[in-house]
Nanobody, 117 residues
């Protein structure tokens, strides 16, 4: 059974930091590009960060320089370190895993991040 389980969300003040984790199970983790997306209330889900099977990374302009994606292939984990958080970062954050050039595409259930004073 494939499962992606996010954790680490919560409430943080502007300028603060949070670290999200995603535990993947039931897959050959090394075959998957892993990504984080987010969805704010009333908005479409948007891409945040990608880490490929070769550990190359790519970021949305809105988080570049503030967020860092990483993966641990031994633990089947992917992480998102979020620094200098802004109120506009408030959203549900989703972990995604996909295999390039296939329709294999899995999502976690999401974790809420709220940035507010």
């Amino acid at each position: 059974q494939v499962q992606f389980v996010e954790s680490g969300g919560g409430l943080v003040q502007p300028g603060g930091s949070l670290s999200l984790s995603c535990a993947a199970s039931g897959i050959r983790f090394t075959f998957y590009d892993m990504a984080w997306y987010r969805q704010a209330p009333g908005k479409q889900r948007e891409f945040i960060a990608l880490i490929t099977t070769a550990s190359s990374t790519n970021y949305a302009d809105s988080v570049k320089g503030r967020f860092t994606i990483s993966r641990d292939k031994d633990k089947n984990m992917v992480y998102l370190q979020m620094n200098s958080l802004k109120p506009e970062d408030t959203a549900v954050y989703y972990c995604n895993g996909r295999i390039r050039r296939t329709n294999v595409d899995y999502w976690g259930q999401g974790t809420q991040v709220t940035v507010s004073s």
